[in-house]
């Protein structure tokens, strides 16, 4: 296997991860459509940047970005497959619901005025001798623009407004050889097409590029208007996220503000501080960059690093057509760019299944010094200070997101390039953001101990109820163990004794514990006192950490789930005991604390008023393991119907990468039946099954295949118990990472704000719901696209429904974002794949152990 540098003669691989564009080389200057000897030698370019524009697009990035969660489409070559997933229901008469107060919010959406009624013809393109890179095929393809007219041509694919059967052109390289261009005529893109949107999103591209925005990943974003965070050698560039597609009546554009973090450090400097701050520079400098996605400014493409080569340099010899050649020459003669350091080592990306099949199977050298690192670390995550600084400007409020709008709408509108793209193809986008009719469903009531109500307000937080009321149901605590460090023990204890008092004010018994002080905070000290502890038989444990240590709580949660399973509280030093001007707050620590206790031993903190009998409500999550990028673990968690029951039921199950989920989750719910019949004697009359963890792509194999083979195996078990019509069950798909927002009055809609209308899909039974409240920035609405239902229940009381189970996350005495079945499978997917990477214990099923 040959080694090569990114972009070699020979390879015609991508980086992995994100794709690039390949004619915009912005570390080259070269400008769209210009030709070089890097382009195509010795071809002119256009005259006119509207030339430019109208003629040439970028090459790879044409896949849209979404406005919804999941409809991006899929790629297949370079191409955008728009696929559109029809998941509605059958016989569906209406998808709007009516309770509620009618409110008018407004949308981050643009409408098109005028609707396309061009036809567009579609060509497949391919070069005699074949020509590898998409540069070159745009260029040679540009010579004979005037005989093709507007057209918009990704390498492999063409699309044109001029009709012809067939054609082949000739042009000539730069050795003088010729080069036919075969042009096949393959099929049209109709105004009523779907495929038409594809066409409209590479258009709005084309239009983009007219603002001198900068290409990174899949979106534009503003160099010209970056943002400095020199203390953390860090930019963070404004940019937008857009996509075009037919909404309930109307085309509509989607236009979401994005900002991307760009780092200014390369991996030339994290070796060079891993060489001054390690002994074992090579093993320090390996576990921070592997797994790393890089960027490599001088062809914008990214790479995932999964090895470092200390056994190469720069001065290392690959092979090419021309004979060998040192990296530090290739770069000279192909970049203009000088390599400093000689004895530096290559990082290592590996070629993706997508390239091998492409025909590139070469490991892909980079240079440290020329690679750029992206993304945030742990570090940064975990410093204060620099999300402090960055949400400054990430965080924009309602009525700075809609200026940022508007004037995205005015910069398309007054750029003549801009204009000259849209004019081209006869399309006209309304300056004004589309006003659309809502509706805010009636606030909850939680429901407390000795049934005492409290009326949910706009702050959708009931932390402060606690102090004057009890939990729903709780258990007392008589018997638990407390393992701390020796030299943290006074602090623990008066940690303790707060908690203790913290119950008392919500009627709760906790008796004082048993101590077990440890001499040192090794894990196998941890795991000896869990072993000597649980023989002793508590309701549950709670360890002290010094600090937050993923490896120590790693092993703690393998001890306590797996190994001796029992329910565990885990709480760090700096939490239990923090500085004196930070103490104000233990009191409601405490509190907390208590409740999660109490909500692991099978208490309920509180309740919401249920006006369905008999119902079980699911929430199924994915997550990817930490140690295993091609193993997954789906968590299933079911309520055994809140009507009368607290209890839960939860499983989580391994998969390998690319696996078919349908029967691992027939199996949980095969399994959380039992459990439920076991619990009241029968089956439940309904099932509310949300599905989270759906990414772009996946919405028709959930649809085709796990619906219908969840339901067929759940008819099967209903039949068998003599209810002759079957499994009565709703089956939503819950999606949080949309691009859509609505604001009322130019503020956050309240919690409860729905929409069911003009921004939802015609070809889905689907609303969006608002269910939290924030107090930094812009809401984030989510997704619910009702694939699946014959509970006989209307839209209007799903939506209702959905909001309710919003209020029962027992981590947080407020809403959450989904309903919170979703949310304790996610934190109990999420759990398996970070620390315990195996399946926890049968015995915990019936407890929120993992909260």
Known sequence: MNNLPPNSGHSRGRGRGTKRNDDANRGLGLQLGQTSKETCPDKPGPSTEAEKLKNIPRSTDTEAQSGEGDHRGSVRGRRLITEVVHSRPQGLITKSGTTGTKISVQTNYFKLLKRPCWTIFQYRVDFEPDIDNTRYRRGYLYEHRNSLGGYIFDGTVLFCTV???????VTKNHAGENITIKIKHVGSVEAADNQQFQVLNLILRRAMEGLKLQLVSRNYFDPMAKIKLDNYRMELWPGYLTSIRQHESDILLCAEIAHKVMRTDTLYNILSEAIRDNDDYQDAFKRQVIGMICLTDYNNKTYRIDDV?????????FNTKEGDISYVEYYKKRYNITIRDHKQPLVVSRPTEKNIRGGTDQLIMLVPELARATGMTDAMRANFQLMKAMSEYTRLTPDRRIERLRVLNQRLLSSKESMDVLKSWNIQLDTALVEIPARVLPPEKIVFGNQKRFLCDTRADWTAEFRQNSMYSHVDIKRWYVITPQRNLRETEEFVKMC????????????????????????????????????????????VLKAPNEEKYSCIKKRTCVDRPIPSQVVTLKTIAPRKEKSSGLMSIATKVVIQMNAK????????????????????????????????????VATMDMKSSTRYYSSVTEHMKGQELSEQMSMNMTCALKAYREHHGTLPERILFFRDGVGDGQLHQVVNTEVKFLKSQLDEIYKSAGRADGCRMAFIVVAKRINTRYFANKRNPVPGTVVDDVITLPERYDFFLVSQSVRQGTVSPTNYNVIHDNMGLSADKLQMLAYKMTHMYYNFSGTCRVPSVCQYAHKLAFLVAESINRSPSSGLENQLYFL
């Open 500 to 543: 203790i008092r913290a119950a008392s004010g919500m009627k709760m018994l906790i008796s004082e514990p048993r101590y077990d002080t440890i001499p040192d905070d090794r894990n196998g000290t941890y795991s000896q006192s869990i072993d000597n502890a649980v023989a002793k038989d508590p309701q549950i444990i709670m360890l």
């Open 601 to 636: 031993l099978m208490g309920a903190p509180w309740m919401i008023e249920l006006p369905v009998r008999g119902l079980m409500t699911v929430g199924f999550d994915v997550c990817h393991s930490s140690k295993n990028k091609n193993k997954s673990y789906g968590a299933l």
């Open 309 to 317: 080569d200390f056994g190469s340099t720069p001065l290392s010899k």
């Open 163 to 169: 009709q012809f059967k067939a054609k082949e052109l």
